[in-house]
């Protein structure tokens, strides 16, 4: 069996939306102004939930006749804004802060990146799995340019995000492996599927951020990935897996990227992102 077909070993994966069949499914990813790729990945909310493995019925956040929220929530206060009044300040000047209060996770990203709410969950699917088994996933993610390529799909317009950034929980793995596996499924299922050949990935290395915060770091990268549609490209992608708040468990963040592209995200960008991440609680 291709080992990005069985359930994942690095932490509790989100299960597509259920309990409406593809109606209920379309219905929340509208409604949450969610992305969809043609390799699979999708957002969605996650509501009534904290934590990843909680994310197993979710509901639609409104009707299909409701307005979606805000594709950036952090960019303006008031009651439907989730960070309003509880982000901290960014490290960066000029940036904005991404938070993921269920993993005690932030990190900075330039200004032009679209901040989804903290309950949105991203994962990403084989494609021609029937049953969007998700290979991994993330929490609280942010996004560049989350309509970078569009395509159509059926009747849904999908569109790919030219990167991404989120966090998720690591519960009892060796950092480097969860590492290792993040970054690789991701670039599997965004860009190499179905040749793994394609993805190379550095060694694992020890990396201490600008807060003091260590932890274990893979970088990867897919190259030579067949041209088979407008959107397919090759891809890069960090994961950083450290220890969470309470010292108990091992939480990941990952960014991957288009690479070789029009207006790639640079690696010095990806650095300095990556640099911000830290620990942090929401005031209480």
């Not at 929980?169 to 991701?186: I, V």
């Not at 959107?231 to 309470?246: E, M, Q």
């Amino acid at each position: 069996m291709n080992p990005y077909q069985q359930p994942s070993p690095y932490g509790p994966q989100p299960q597509p939306p259920r309990g409406g069949g593809n109606r209920t499914k379309v219905i929340a990813i509208a409604a949450a102004t969610a992305v969809v790729i043609a390799a699979g990945v999708t957002g969605f909310l996650v509501l009534g939930g904290g934590k990843d493995a909680e994310a197993k019925d979710p509901k639609p956040a409104t009707s299909p006749s409701s307005p979606a929220p805000s594709t950036d929530p952090g960019a303006s206060a008031g009651t439907d804004n989730p960070r309003a009044d509880r982000d901290p300040k960014p490290v960066v000047p000029g940036w904005k802060v991404v938070t993921n209060p269920a993993k005690g996770v932030a990190f900075d990203v330039p200004p032009e990146w679209d901040r989804k709410q903290t309950d949105w969950v991203t994962y990403v699917t084989e494609n021609d799995d029937p049953e969007d088994k998700p290979l991994v996933a993330f929490m609280a993610p942010a996004m560049l340019d989350p309509t970078w390529c569009s395509s159509a799909s059926g009747d849904k317009k999908q569109n790919m995000a030219l990167a991404a950034a989120g966090s998720r929980s690591e519960r009892g793995q060796d950092p480097g492996a969860a590492a290792r596996a993040n970054a690789e499924a991701w670039l599997y299922g965004f860009y190499a599927q179905p040749d793994k050949k394609k993805i190379k990935s550095a060694p694992a290395e020890q990396y201490t951020t600008g807060s003091g915060l260590s932890g274990t770091l893979v970088t990867s990268s897919a190259s030579g990935v067949p041209k088979k549609n407008k959107c397919a490209s090759d891809g890069k992608a960090t994961a950083f897996v450290f220890k969470n708040p309470k010292g108990d468990e091992y939480t990941s963040w990952t960014l991957f990227a288009a690479k070789d592209v029009k207006n790639e995200l640079p690696d010095d960008t990806v650095r300095k992102i990556l640099s911000t991440v830290r620990l942090w609680e929401p005031a209480k």
